[in-house]
């Protein structure tokens, strides 16, 4: 079959969010990869690398699979209108609506995880809430045609667990194999669930004011929201 995929694209992206499943989704045969923006010009990533859109909300047509990636610019792009009704537009007859990382917040602030099961990176899934989210506690979670993937580079995993629904097993340990992925950190230390005490001590209060930060902006967006629909 043809997919026909978009990944979404807005300044200070998390690249990898994007990248990871571009790498696995664009193996599948007979696949089309389109990364889109507002418009056509370069898009800065939060690491410094820009990305170049190859279509725009206007030119992209319909697709058959929306995927939202996060990073820093989830906090702007959950109030931008434009964005949202692009989102809301897709996922109306999208086959797979998904999202990676804080991306999940996108897809919310557009009203479609209410009472769904979803997931994001490990330290926003407290916020889960405001957007009528329930914590799925997975690394990648599906309710219906909604994909969800935990933190950066959870996006493999929901990639080739997608590429599997779309093509089959073997189709998706196929890519697996053919890109290598294999992993084996160094370090036990990639989730609270089993990262040393002290190093969640330091690291865990990191996120507190990004996670401050995006709640307070998914509470502004919902009740503009409020206010316009009376």
Known sequence: MTVNAGFLLFPDVTQLDLTGPLQVLHRLPGSRM???????????SDCGLSLLPTASFESCGKLDLLCVPGGHGVLQAVADAETLAFVRSQAASAAYVTSVCTGAFILGAAGLLQGRRATTHWAYTELLPLVGAIDGKARVVRDGNIFTGGGVTAGIDFALTIAAEIAGAETAQA???????????????????????????????????????????????AELQDRNAL
Not at 34 to 44: F, N
Request: proline share 14%; glycine share 4%.
């Open 34 to 44: 389109q990364i889109v923006a507002k418009t056509l010009a370069p898009v800065p």
């Open 175 to 221: 890519i697996q194999l053919a890109i290598e992925y294999d992993p084996a950190p160094p370090f036990k230390a990639g989730h609270p669930s089993i990262a040393p005490a002290a190093l969640k001590s330091k690291i865990v209060p990191r996120f507190a004011k990004r996670v401050d930060d995006l709640g307070r902006a998914i509470k502004l967006v």
